[in-house]
């Protein structure tokens, strides 16, 4: 009989437990829900809010004007639009202000060279960039090969040589992630950044970097735009009809439109979004200690 009563009470508690779970996890997924659903809506509400006339709390966090020439050292055709698409296209519609790119290959990776070539430069066109402010290398040390170590001061001594033929006030490229950890946009980081601490770069010339984004952020579109607020101080963010824009020039590069790019195309915060970060001597050596330790 005892046993029987046990029996009983257990199987009473286990029934609780069951419906005290079941109930938890009920509740949790209607907040869940409840809270991505005005995520969602303060998202949209914000970006439709930033492009108001009137937003200087905003706007302030935009990238300084007093940049006339600006250079985007870039690794392989694709990446100006890819990752730098946003602050290229606002870039070029400033007024007084001109943009110029070095690709440091061609992207021969698959013996396509010539075609990214062509592709790059249908893709700046597409961006407002003038041909004659595009050069492209494509030099024996600098392949387009993931699997070879381009040399820091190889491409050093070509950022060097392009700031002072240019007159350039402000050099824009990778951060130490490369975004997508490709050794070589990496590899372009160390080269901008041994110009800085070794004092070679002029002091009129200032250094950014794209800021690289986890794997979540990085393919959330829209709804990062809070935390890039929050979290960055030079940013650009396109309205949705000059984000078609970069899309287009994305396009353009249909020798790399394999089914992955093409997801990329639809979700990553790059073809709509970059964060800058702008770096001085002291901003670097932090960052090698880093690396160091």
């Not at 950014?208 to 809070?226: G, I």
Request: aromatic residues 10%.
């Amino acid at each position: 009989m005892n046993v029987t009563v046990q029996e009983s009470q257990l199987e009473t508690i286990y029934v609780n437990a069951l419906l005290y779970v079941e109930t938890w996890l009920s509740d949790a997924l209607e907040h869940l829900l409840i809270t991505t659903l005005v995520y969602v809506i303060v998202c949209l509400c914000l970006y439709r809010w930033i492009f108001r006339p009137l937003v200087p709390v905003l706007r302030s966090a935009h990238f300084p004007a007093r940049h006339r020439r600006i250079l985007f050292v870039l690794a392989h055709p694709d990446d100006e639009c890819m990752f730098f698409g946003p602050t290229i296209l606002s870039l070029c519609q400033r007024d007084n202000c001109q943009v110029f790119l070095l690709c440091l290959s061609i992207g021969d990776h698959e013996q396509q060279g010539l075609v990214r070539r062509e592709e790059l430069f249908r893709s700046c066109q597409v961006l407002k960039i003038p041909p004659e402010n595009v050069t492209i290398m494509n030099l024996t040390e600098l392949p387009d090969d993931p699997n070879v170590e381009w040399k820091v001061p190889t491409i050093a001594r070509l950022i060097e040589q392009t700031i002072e033929a240019l007159d350039i006030e402000a050099l824009i490229t990778f951060d130490r992630d490369g975004v997508s950890q490709h050794p070589n946009h990496i590899a372009i980081f160390y080269a901008a950044s041994s110009l800085c601490l070794t004092g070679i770069m002029p002091n009129s010339c200032k250094f950014y970097a794209l800021e690289s984004t986890n794997l979540l952020r990085k393919y959330m579109l829209v709804l990062d735009l809070p935390i890039t607020l929050l979290l960055s101080r030079h940013w650009f963010v396109l309205p949705w009809h000059e984000r078609k824009i970069v899309v287009r020039a994305m396009l353009e590069h249909k020798s790399q439109l394999v089914w992955f790019r093409k997801l990329y195309i639809l979700l990553s915060r790059y073809m709509l979004m970059n964060s800058l970060r702008e770096l001085n001597v002291s901003d670097l050596e932090l960052e090698m200690q880093l690396d160091d330790s």
